[in-house]
């Protein structure tokens, strides 16, 4: 499997995860989290605490989550970048957004360092 199927099957596992309780995404995430992350996500959260980004990961879980295209850029062989579009849904509401998670390969497996949310509007269908 290459560095870029690794990636995408990172970011999946974790809206799986996500999508199940906070139990299950404070262990995954604990794993994969590197040392200092920074997340950046709707309403100005700017989370740069380890601890604080897992606690961030105790809300309701999501009932069901899609991943449009996905692209993968990989400036060196240890740096991988997922970018993809993606829409969640929880209590008959959707959350739609452009997401883009950083990784550094480090200590023989891929670390998230970097993440960023970008809501966009959900369509209109979801909506309802």
Do not use: C, K
């Amino acid at each position: 499997m290459g560095a870029a199927n690794e990636l995408i099957d990172l970011e999946r596992s974790g809206w799986r995860v996500l999508s199940t309780s906070a139990e299950a995404a404070g262990i995954f995430y604990g794993h994969v989290l590197d040392r200092s992350p920074v997340m950046l996500l709707p309403g100005g959260m700017n989370l740069t605490e380890r601890d604080t980004v897992l606690q961030s990961m105790s809300g309701q879980p999501w009932s069901s989550f899609e991943m449009g295209e996905t692209q993968v850029l990989q400036p060196t062989d240890d740096v991988g970048v997922v970018a993809y579009d993606v829409l969640a849904r929880r209590d008959h509401s959707a959350y739609a957004a452009l997401v883009s998670s950083h990784y550094v390969h480090r200590d023989g497996r891929w670390r998230l360092f970097f993440h960023q949310q970008t809501p966009r509007p959900a369509p209109e269908s979801e909506t309802r």
